[in-house]
């Protein structure tokens, strides 16, 4: 297989049921028991696509989806050197449609931008990364419209509720010799999912609980998260701006289609509000001072996500939108 690392800390995960059956399997289940609920159909169409799976372990899902549809390619991503080997040998064969890649998922995303039309992370790299590190670069990965879906625990498998916030807990396991150690793992509420998702510039985001099959020591929920990447407008922050409303105040009173060379006019105060996914953010009220020219006046917003700028012509009421910097708005 291969020589095992000190910090491979999935070397033992899988081993036993590798030895015992190599076959590819016929069903695709989102489920922690693996024996309920929905199934590759969550994914949408499959046939021609690109797809990822972020945390594949030994591929058996990847394996699946590369037998049973017809997409151009499915990567099978893990950094377990014995994961990877254990993948490479039960489904090296079914190469080059699937591709078993040997890297870190984040470090992986970050190098194909829009590469994918569906990732998924099936008790994978979700569960065991930083989300605030992986979604963000997934959302990156997927092209415009693309899919991703995450299965998760509902709760610790000790019965503990998840966590109310982004912490992660150090679960136990065993290092490739047997000593025992710990991993971290992210066991999430809901609405932190959710949050971590609209936050990672994701959208139409749904949940699913799924009950366990049967109840046993560690029986659990499963938490099933689906998401798209926006049509338009860019992950990591809003698909859009508009200018809510806008009014110009003068040290002197004037109107603000009047102009005075010695600088009377004192400004504009706009509100700005943005939208994602729909859903519009409370406005942010900004006053900045006024640069005139004989027929235009140009205003800026440096937010957090970007810069806006408006022109506003003295003949009209109505600013109009000039451009800007990691937006893409909705002219108001």
């Known amino acids: 297989m291969t020589t095992p690392t000190p910090t491979d800390l999935w070397h033992h995960y899988g081993r036993t049921r590798a030895t015992t059956d190599r076959t590819?399997?016929?069903?695709?289940?989102?489920?922690?028991?693996?024996?309920?609920?929905?199934?590759?159909?969550?994914?949408?169409?499959?046939?021609?696509?690109?797809?990822?799976?972020?945390?594949?372990?030994?591929?058996?899902?990847?394996a699946h989806l590369t037998v049973h549809?017809?997409?151009?390619?499915?990567?099978?991503?893990?950094?377990?050197?014995?994961?990877?080997?254990?993948?490479?040998?039960?489904?090296?064969?079914?190469?080059?449609?699937?591709?078993?890649?040997?890297?870190?998922?984040?470090?992986?995303?970050?190098?194909?931008?829009?590469?994918?039309?569906?990732?998924?992370?099936?008790?994978?790299?979700?569960?065991?990364?930083?989300?605030?590190?992986?979604?963000?670069?997934?959302?990156?990965?997927?092209?415009?419209?693309?899919?991703?879906?995450?299965?998760?625990?509902?709760?610790?498998?000790n019965g503990n509720p998840a966590e109310a916030d982004v912490i992660h807990a150090d679960i136990a396991t065993k290092t490739p010799a047997g000593a025992p150690t710990t991993m971290r793992r992210w066991v999430l509420q809901e609405q932190v999912w959710t949050k971590l998702l609209a936050d990672a510039g994701l959208g139409d985001i749904t949940v699913d609980t799924l009950p366990p099959a049967t109840d046993g020591p560690r029986a659990a929920e499963t938490l099933l998260l689906c998401a798209r990447r926006p049509l338009s407008g860019h992950p990591g922050g809003p698909s859009g701006v508009r200018l809510l409303r806008y009014r110009t105040r003068s040290r002197c009173g004037s109107d603000h289609r009047r102009h005075s060379p010695g600088g009377t006019d004192g400004g504009v105060s706009i509100c700005v509000g943005t939208t994602e996914r729909g859903a519009w953010r409370r406005p942010v009220p900004t006053w900045l001072p006024?640069?005139?020219?004989?027929?235009?006046?140009?205003?800026?917003?440096?937010?957090?996500?970007?810069?806006?700028?408006?022109?506003?012509?003295?003949?009209?009421?109505?600013?109009?939108?000039?451009?800007?910097?990691?937006?893409?708005?909705?002219?108001?």
């Open 24 to 62: 590819v399997p016929d069903r695709f289940r989102w489920a922690w028991d693996q024996g309920t609920g929905p199934g590759a159909e969550l994914l949408g169409e499959l046939t021609g696509r690109c797809v990822a799976d972020l945390g594949a372990g030994s591929a058996r899902h990847a």
């Open 69 to 157: 549809h017809q997409p151009e390619r499915v990567d099978a991503v893990d950094s377990s050197p014995a994961q990877h080997a254990m993948a490479t040998d039960l489904y090296g064969h079914l190469a080059p449609r699937l591709r078993l890649v040997h890297a870190d998922v984040v470090r992986h995303l970050r190098t194909t931008p829009g590469a994918y039309d569906v990732l998924y992370s099936l008790f994978g790299a979700a569960d065991f990364t930083d989300p605030r590190t992986v979604l963000p670069a997934a959302a990156e990965a997927l092209r415009r419209g693309g899919r991703l879906v995450i299965s998760t625990l509902g709760h610790y498998l």
């Open 290 to 332: 006024r640069r005139q020219t004989t027929t235009s006046a140009s205003c800026e917003v440096n937010t957090k996500k970007g810069l806006l700028t408006w022109d506003f012509s003295q003949k009209s009421a109505s600013p109009s939108f000039v451009g800007t910097a990691g937006f893409e708005p909705t002219t108001p």
